[in-house]
Structure formats: C-alpha cells, structure tokens
C-alpha cells in the first residue's frame, strides 16, 4: 500500500502545471534574474593603488627609499601608484586632482592632501596612517641601529617586509562572491515553496476540505500509511525540482557553489522536507479552503526569506543582533546559512547543526500534521 500510494502521489505532483511552475520554473527563472542582475562579483576590480606624488629631500635616508620602492611596486600586494616629482610638479599633480596626496620623505615624513577632494577622504586617510607609519619605523630603525649597529641588515630586511600594508585573507580556499548570498537564499526559499504541495496533500487527505479527501476517507487501508507515503512522495519531488535548479545554477549560469556536491544535496533534501512537512502540518490546521492556506503560506515563505537575506543581504545580521533565536528557527536562514557555512568554513560543524535544525523542525512538523489528520472524525460525507 505505501509503495502505491507513493507512486500515485509522484504522479499527481507530474501532473500539476502549478506545482512544476513555482517549484521549478520560477526558480530557474529567478535564478537567471540574478545572475544578469549581479554576475560573478568576485570578479570585479579589487583593491585599486594610490596615486600619490612623493618628493624626496636630499636627507631621505635610503631605508625609505626602499620602503616606498616596495609599496609602489606593481602586483597583489601593491599599495600606491608612486610618481617621484619636485615639490612644484607634486604640487601640480595634486591641485589637478592626479593623486590623493604628496609624501614629503626626508628625515622625517610628512602628508599634504587638498581640502578640496572630499570624495577621497579614505585614500587620505591611508596616506596619513603611512605616512605616521613609515615616520616611526624609520625613528624605530634608527634608534635600534645605533644602539646595535651590527643587527641593521636585519632591521632593514623586517622593515621592507612589513611595507606590505594590504593583503587578502581567504578563510576557505576561495573568494566568497557578494552576490551568491542572494543565490543561497533563492535556493532556501524555493526550498520553502514545497510548503504549497505539502498543504495540498494534507487536504487531498481530508473529507472536509476536498472531493478527493472524500474518496480517501471511505477506501480501506490504513489512513497513516497513506499519508505517510503521500508525503514522502512530496519531499521526493520537491527535492527533485530544487536539484535541477541547483544544477542549472550550477553547471550552466556557472554560479559557484563549492566542490561539496553531495552536502549541498543534502542541505536541499533536509531544506525540502522542511518546506513540506511545514505545509502538512498547516493545511491540517482548521477548516479554512485550500487556496487560503496556500495564500498564508506563501506569505510565510516571502516572510521567512526575507528575514533571512533574499531581499536586503544585511537582514540576517540585523536579525542575529537582535533576535538571534529567530535565526535559529527560521527554516530560510537554517538553509542558507548551511550552504554559507559550506563555501566559507572548513569544519562542518556549523552546517551540521543547521541540517540537524531543518530535520527536528521537519519531524515535528509530519509527526504533528499526521496526528491532527489520524484523529478527525467525520459525522457524514
């Protein structure tokens, strides 16, 4: 009995227009939104150097000669496009808004910027801070020189190896693009939609609130393996239609989500089965008609993502900040934040304890769902 009810239920959900739309093709359709409207991100242009006139005095001591040399020499680490001038072409440079300053090296090391460029308050900033940077490394080197004048090569090798002031640290491997947030939570809330079928094989399951409930009610068998099989038939499918978005967005909009295939499968068959049994469960509370419990529940589900991130990136911190246990209940936010935990950390131990919130939340919500169902009685069909 449950391998037949089990099929009919895969061949019902075949044949439903409705359901393929919004579990498959809105999704793919939202994907490719998504990528025209963000591309690759990590792709864009990094860190960019600044354009700084430096004048060298004639007392500018040759440690910080080198230093500048290393700062401005081009490649991942380069921090400033240096052009050596004479005070008046420095000068000119910065009144025709050519560079963000002018590095005045001698003994000592002084910043001049223009009032006038007020959109290159950061650039300024940076300047400044190297500029006090290399001042006190130089007074530094020049106090350990003359106390130990035998340790100078030393110094000036450390001092050269520090000049290096940005660089990029990749916690997994890789570069996290901005915009495969928003993809993770278009998967989370695709996940999510699974709700709609799920309500709808809870009405199919009763007399009061469909024909075929009716039907249902008066076949022999027993109604909880039915169910049961009804539902697991809906989480099959569901997590069928999300893989196929998954690997379009995948393999053909080229989105990267990690070399983990087999746990983000696993994030979408425990994000799917959250969706479902989330909408049993609610299409097995009250006598409201099917189409006002699927309006609520896609109200739910826009609801859930965007408190998770789909539509403003920075809701999920503003949520953590303030009611960090929404996250934690939150089906959208368990979703993402497992793939999430999957491109950026190298323990697991993170997305497991998202998996593992997704199939307590799924258990509760079939086990509840079928006890509501299993006790109705009816006086009459």
Aim: proline share 3%; aromatic share 10%; charged share 15%.
């Amino acid at each position: 009995m449950f391998l037949h009810c089990f099929g009919y239920g895969i061949k019902n959900l075949l044949r439903s227009r409705d359901y393929l739309f919004w579990s498959l093709g809105f999704s793919i359709i939202l994907a490719t939104l998504f990528h025209v409207a963000f591309g690759d991100l990590s792709k864009g242009e990094g860190f960019i150097p600044i354009p700084t006139a430096v004048v060298l005095e004639e007392s500018c001591p040759q440690p910080l000669k080198d230093a500048l040399d290393t700062l401005g020499e081009p490649g991942d680490g380069q921090l400033l496009e240096i052009q050596y001038a004479s005070q008046e072409e420095a000068e000119s440079l910065l009144k025709g808004k050519k560079v963000s300053g002018i590095l005045f090296v001698g003994e000592n090391v002084s910043l001049s910027v223009s009032g006038d460029m007020t959109y290159d308050k950061l650039n300024q900033s940076i300047l400044q801070s190297l500029a006090e940077s290399l001042h006190g490394s130089y007074e530094a080197v020049s106090e350990a020189a003359a106390r130990s004048p035998e340790k100078l090569p030393q110094i000036l090798a450390a001092l050269q190896k520090d000049a290096a002031h940005n660089q990029e640290i990749n916690y997994a491997g890789r570069n996290l693009d901005e915009g495969l947030t928003y993809f993770f939570n278009l998967i989370a809330m695709t996940c999510l939609t699974g709700s709609t079928a799920g309500a709808v094989t809870a009405a199919a399951s009763q007399a009061n609130l469909s024909e075929l409930g009716k039907r249902k009610s008066v076949t022999p068998g027993k109604k909880q393996v039915r169910i049961l099989a009804e539902v697991a038939a809906t989480i099959l499918m569901q997590f069928f239609a999300v893989s196929i978005s998954v690997v379009y967005m995948w393999a053909v909009l080229g989105v990267d989500l990690g070399s983990s295939a087999g746990y983000v499968l696993l994030t979408v068959l425990a994000g799917s089965m959250a969706g479902v049994s989330g909408g049993f469960f609610a299409g097995c509370i009250g006598k409201s008609s099917i189409h006002v419990k699927i309006g609520v529940l896609m109200a739910i589900t826009m609801l859930c993502s965007f408190f998770s991130g789909l539509m403003v990136g920075g809701m999920k911190l503003l949520v953590q900040r303030y009611a960090p246990w929404f996250n934690r209940i939150n089906p959208a936010a368990l979703i993402s934040d497992s793939l999430y935990s999957l491109a950026v950390y190298e323990s697991h131990t993170r997305f497991f304890q998202c998996i593992g919130g997704l199939f307590i939340i799924s258990t509760l919500f079939i086990l509840a769902g079928a006890a509501m169902v299993r006790r109705q009685r009816y006086a009459s069909l």
